[in-house]
């Protein structure tokens, strides 16, 4: 099974919403990541958690807030966000981070900020 | 920093004929990966390539490492309309610890049935 789930599927919010977007695996990785991706581009990395611990922070702004309360669990907390901030949202996990493993990707979260 | 040029950006073929797209680098990856996209969909893993020179196979799906380690190609034989999608060449890296992947731009693939 590489299976990583994601929810919520749509998320419609305005600029001065709180709100979170969830990513879940279940193969015992211990590396994940946030993309995003807009249309017709290619995913550009945000974040990367490895063992927990944030690894990677692709010079994101602030407004965007990672967290990985558990090596099954990554959070997307999201404040204060801009029209331009509307896109797909993915979360991938590795088996590691330290060596050269597969990354799988979960469905994404479309983002649409009003 | 680093980038890949994938090509065609893409490909409008006709049912049953064979595919092939590509990705070059000016810099050296360890790892390249292929994935196919559908839309509003993630990424789907197709094939992991970890050996220069190495040339592997998912169904119809043959996919290079090329030696230099700066390039990979990935074909599609006898194609057929659930192909339709973007596929995307990935590159991977170890940078601080971790992985990061640099993706080529995309080859759409449209198939006239």
């Known amino acids: 099974d590489t299976e990583v789930t994601q929810t919520p599927k749509h998320l419609v919010m305005g600029m001065t919403n709180k709100k979170s977007l969830k990513c879940e695996q279940h193969m015992g990785h211990r590396a994940m990541y946030w993309y995003k991706q807009k249309a017709k581009k290619p995913p550009e990395l945000m974040f990367v958690y490895s063992y927990e611990k944030l690894s990677i922070n692709e010079s994101v702004p602030s407004r965007f807030s990672p967290e990985c309360p558990n090596s099954s669990l990554l959070n997307l907390h999201l404040h204060a966000l801009q029209p331009e901030d509307s896109a797909l949202y993915l979360c991938?996990?590795?088996?590691?981070?330290?060596?050269?493993?597969?990354?799988?990707f979960g469905p994404g979260t479309r983002l649409t900020v009003t | 920093g680093q980038q890949l040029n994938q090509s065609p950006q893409s490909m409008f073929i006709q049912e049953g004929e064979d595919v092939s797209m590509n990705c070059t680098s000016s810099s050296i990856f360890n790892t390249w990966l292929w994935y196919k996209q559908d839309p509003g969909e993630g990424p789907v893993l197709l094939i992991a390539?970890?050996?220069?020179?190495e040339l592997t196979s998912n169904g119809r799906l043959t996919a290079q490492f090329g030696i230099t380690r700066k390039d990979s190609f990935l074909n599609i034989s006898a194609s057929i309309p659930s192909d339709v999608g973007i596929y995307f060449c990935a590159g991977q890296l170890g940078i601080q610890g971790a992985q990061k992947l640099v993706f080529g731009q995309g080859t759409r693939l449209t198939i006239n049935p």
């Open positions: 991938a996990s590795s088996q590691g981070a330290g060596g050269f493993y597969e990354q799988y």
């Open positions: 390539l970890y050996k220069a020179g």
